[in-house]
């Protein structure tokens, strides 16, 4: 079994809609919970981060995490064509090594 | 202003042939990283040094290795290149301490093994 599970998609919604990514995970040390964008031929770039449980919100995005039931979401609130992007959820329990989803790709329209 | 570089960004090799990968950071950063990207894996870590002297093996180290020359520069080896190396593959850095460390990655290589 993966580390980090997170569906693929690709993810395909109008401009304006909520988006929901997800991410579920085995590990119950990991206590810091991240989601970087990746744009085309370009590196991840980190987006937000959470540690332990809760919420955390920061302009249209907000993440949760769930520790009881080791799942983690981002929400895009009012979603935009330049968020279209690929999204990749990640975790570590102690900054040593990351775990990282295999990231779900995300095309607003227009 | 690229903080983490990577060379070459593109590279075409045959099976059998020995590569290298280059990063070099100017962040000052401590830990360093490859990982490869494939897809539907996602990324994957394949070595990790934590300072010039501390180099540990990730999850699929089998068929790769590294150097660390300096606190800023981090190589990617390939001995002897498979077909199935042929991936995109990041070097990342971080920070050591502090409340968070964001890894921060460079634009990538994508390497192609025929």
């Known amino acids: 079994q993966k580390e980090v599970e997170q569906d693929p998609g690709p993810l395909s919604v109008p401009e304006g809609a909520i988006v929901s990514l997800n991410c579920t995970y085995s590990n119950s040390a990991f206590q810091y919970f991240m989601w970087y964008r990746q744009y085309s031929r370009k590196g991840p770039e980190l987006l937000m981060y959470?540690?332990?449980?809760g919420n955390k919100e920061d302009g249209r995005f907000t993440a949760q995490v769930d520790k009881s039931s080791k799942y983690i979401s981002l929400f895009i609130r009012d979603s935009q064509p330049s968020d279209s992007a690929t999204y990749l959820c990640?975790?570590?329990?102690?900054?040593?090594?990351?775990?990282f989803g295999s990231g779900t790709k995300l095309n607003v329209k227009p | 202003d690229a903080d983490v570089t990577q060379t070459p960004r593109n590279r075409i090799t045959k099976t059998g042939k020995r590569i290298m990968l280059e990063c070099s950071q100017t962040k000052g950063h401590d830990r360093m990283y490859w990982y490869r990207q494939d897809p539907g894996l996602g990324l994957r870590l394949i070595y990790y040094?934590?300072?010039?002297?501390?180099?540990n093996k990730g999850e699929i180290s089998d068929g790769y290795s590294v150097s660390r020359q300096a606190q800023a520069k981090f190589s990617l080896s390939l001995e002897s290149a498979i077909p199935n190396q042929t991936a995109l593959y990041f070097c990342?850095?971080?920070?050591?301490?502090?409340?968070?460390?964001?890894?921060?990655f460079g634009p990538g290589t994508r390497l192609t093994v025929l």
């Open positions: 040094s934590f300072d010039v002297k501390d180099i």
């Open positions: 990640a975790m570590s329990a102690n900054f040593n090594k990351f775990y």
């Open positions: 990342a850095t971080s920070e050591t301490g502090g409340a968070f460390n964001e890894q921060f």
């Open positions: 959470t540690y332990s449980s």
